[in-house]
């Protein structure tokens, strides 16, 4: 079904990006399923007609879906620029869209997804420099540039996703 197609969409997005810069993943939408929508996110996005009945679901949250769609707009603009995949093996998939200096960092753990911890090696960071680091809610830490170039990127249970983006301080 649609709904069982995350891994498809993050495999189109780690495989297409590189070469196909402007492309589109599908994204079920379920109130609060960050790793679905994160899935799909990539210059493009579709939301099938599902995104209307969801807004009909009694108890769903249109700010939290407004929330996502800021993202994946914020996003949109980041993957015209670099792409990297930074893994894609034992239960995880995570990859790096860049302008500059500055971009986004998204990880997943799949349903299998292994054990509950990784480390990814962002490009282009300077360990010698520190960043911001901004949550999906805004929030905004200071980190060394060594701590981002080994990102250690933690979730407790499967099915579970997460978007940072950084710039420099």
Aim: net charge negative; aromatic share 10%; charged share 25%.
């Amino acid at each position: 079904s649609f709904r069982d197609n995350e891994v498809l969409n993050q495999n189109s997005v780690q495989n297409l990006t590189p070469w196909v810069p402007l492309h589109a993943g599908g994204a079920h939408i379920d109130d609060g399923d960050l790793y679905n929508f994160l899935a799909a996110a990539a210059s493009g996005m579709t939301c099938p007609y599902t995104l209307i009945e969801a807004l009909k679901t009694p108890g769903m949250s249109t700010a939290w879906l407004a929330k996502m769609l800021h993202h994946a707009d914020r996003l949109r603009q980041l993957f015209l620029g670099d792409f990297y995949s930074l893994g894609n093996e034992g239960g995880w998939a995570a990859w790096q869209c860049a302008d500059g200096d500055s971009g986004a960092v998204m990880a997943l753990r799949h349903d299998a997804g292994g054990d509950g911890e990784r480390r990814f090696a962002p490009r282009g960071v300077d360990p010698a420099r520190s960043y911001l680091l901004e949550d999906l809610d805004g929030g905004v830490r200071e980190i060394p540039g060594r701590e981002l170039a080994e990102f250690r990127v933690r979730f407790d249970r499967p099915h579970s996703a997460g978007l940072w983006y950084y710039r420099p301080r």
